[in-house]
């Protein structure tokens, strides 16, 4: 290896390429002829620069035609890569000092970067720190940072199960016709995601001895954080329903409930989320005693059930029979005695439009039992399928303090109201709710107060719509399962669905 290095600084020597001296020269002093000879000795025994050897023993004594030598040669390109690897392992090779100092002077090479638990600490397998973030609990990152490109996931898809449907699963027409609607679907599926990851976080922290207020803070708060609650641009789709026992629906705690759950209660969880007006509308029980277990099969069967039928061109009453088939297939056992599981036939699922929980002026019903509407289910309309189940009569009516109310979306935009302070609390619910449902703590929470007498006025001039709680005789027990769904053209989207129900 040696011998190669110095044939090729004798090469590089008749091209007149001065890169350095040759560190092996004696550095003792010369004098007359011997010292000529050997400073022309010197000039002919040009070798590529620095050795890897070379840096560990003291350099010799410059002579003047070594100084401009070494000027000359720091002009000259540097030596090719290839190259500089020979010197390296030459440098390996020699023994003593010269060898220990190449192996200082061999580039270090820099360690791996550790990169952690990419999980836990966001970071991607390349040791970049990744963009998207761990959800929090209780949850507090909205789900638009888990979704950078802004496009969320569908929910279940199914394809319509009528035979005059099934040309839309490859129709080019519908396909372009559904593309329309992106945005809306978009809108509501982000909707879907957060009312998803709010109710798991619920599911898991919901426990007998918590109040009312704290259960339904827990899920608005998390609503909030989750959604980027912006007013009218998202939010809140209508207040949490959590309503116990025979209580079938419309209750949330006003001010000063101080309700608690209890091991043997069974409640309903109804809460919704609104992006854009675009509202997801879905509802579970919650039971810890198991004996509940077959009343919430027979309402989530039947809830699935209507989410089956569902299609374009279906009639309502063809939905409701088989509903109350479903149901009614059920028994549940409490206490000894055995009940059949009971549709409650007044309480219906029903359209969704943008803003208005029940449809607005096209609104429908979706019935739970068999009736006579032959009113068809539409494309592109977006449907809350829910059924109830009772132990009791299978019937409710409006009992109770009220706690749920609306602006009537018919009152005119500037009613005859003579309180002045009605007319106050009329603008705070334009500004903060418009025609979404609110109940009396959303009112305390955007800073009313005093307002009893006012919201009575409201509700006696027609202006905002007041909803009781809907109870069945007093000792049976209620369970409510809900999906928003959409009929698109091509298929049939269960935007709420989830892994739990």
Do not use: W
């Not at 079938?248 to 608690?260: F, K, L, Q, R």
């Not at 309480?347 to 803003?355: D, F």
């Amino acid at each position: 290896m040696v011998h190669e290095v110095k044939k090729k600084a004798k090469d590089l020597d008749d091209v007149d390429v001065d890169e350095g001296v040759d560190e092996d020269i004696d550095d003792t002093p010369l004098n007359g002829d011997t010292a000529n000879a050997a400073a022309k000795k010197k000039n002919k025994k040009k070798k590529k620069k620095t050795s890897a050897a070379a840096d560990a023993v003291d350099p010799p004594v410059p002579t003047p035609a070594e100084t401009q030598q070494s000027s000359n040669a720091d002009q000259k390109p540097e030596a090719p890569e290839n190259e500089e690897d020979d010197e390296d392992e030459e440098a390996d090779g020699n023994g003593g000092a010269g060898g220990e100092a190449a192996k200082k002077k061999k580039k270090k090479k820099k360690p791996k970067k550790k990169t952690g638990d990419g999980a836990e600490n966001g970071s991607a397998s390349n040791g970049k720190v990744s963009s998207i973030p761990v959800q929090t609990e209780p949850p507090t990152i909205p789900v638009s940072k888990f979704v950078p490109d802004g496009v969320y996931k569908e929910g279940q898809i199914m394809e319509y199960s009528q035979d005059s449907n099934l040309f839309r699963i490859t129709s080019e027409e519908k396909r372009h016709l559904e593309r329309l609607y992106t945005h809306d679907y978009n809108d509501a599926r982000r909707g879907a995601e957060v009312h998803r990851q709010v109710r798991a976080y619920a599911q898991k922290v919901i426990k007998p001895g918590m109040t009312m207020i704290e259960i339904c803070e827990t899920i608005e708060n998390a609503t909030r954080n989750l959604i980027e609650a912006e007013g009218f641009k998202s939010g809140i789709g209508f207040p949490t329903g959590c309503s116990l026992n025979n209580v079938a629906a419309h209750y949330t705690p006003n001010a000063g409930d101080n309700t608690v759950l209890k091991y043997d209660d069974v409640m309903k969880i109804d809460f919704g989320v609104h992006v854009n007006g675009r509202i997801i509308d879905s509802a579970y029980t919650v039971a810890f005693n198991p004996k509940y277990q077959p009343l919430l099969d027979a309402v989530k069967d039947a809830t699935n059930t209507g989410v089956r039928e569902a299609g374009i061109d279906v009639r309502l009453c063809d939905v409701g029979e088989a509903i109350q088939e479903t149901m009614e297939s059920y028994e549940v056992t409490l206490d000894g005695k055995t009940y059949q599981v009971k549709p409650i036939r007044n309480l219906n699922g029903h359209t969704i439009a943008p803003y208005l929980i029940h449809g607005g002026n096209n609104g429908k019903s979706v019935p739970i039992v068999k009736n006579n509407d032959v009113t068809k289910m539409e494309e592109g309309e977006f449907y809350a399928i829910e059924t109830f189940g009772s132990t009791g009569k299978g019937y409710v009516i409006e009992d109770g303090e009220c706690s749920h109310y609306a602006k009537n979306y018919l009152a005119p935009e500037n009613p005859s109201i003579r309180l002045p302070k009605a007319k106050a609390l009329l603008g705070a619910i334009n500004k903060n709710f418009g025609t979404l449902p609110f109940c009396r703590r959303y009112l305390d929470r955007v800073g009313e107060s005093k307002y009893i007498l006012s919201l009575k006025s409201l509700v006696d001039a027609d202006v905002v719509t007041a909803y009781p709680p809907l109870v069945d005789v007093k000792g049976c027990y209620t369970a409510q399962f809900e999906h928003t769904i959409v009929l698109r053209p091509t298929c049939k989207e269960v935007l709420s669905r989830g892994d739990d129900y």
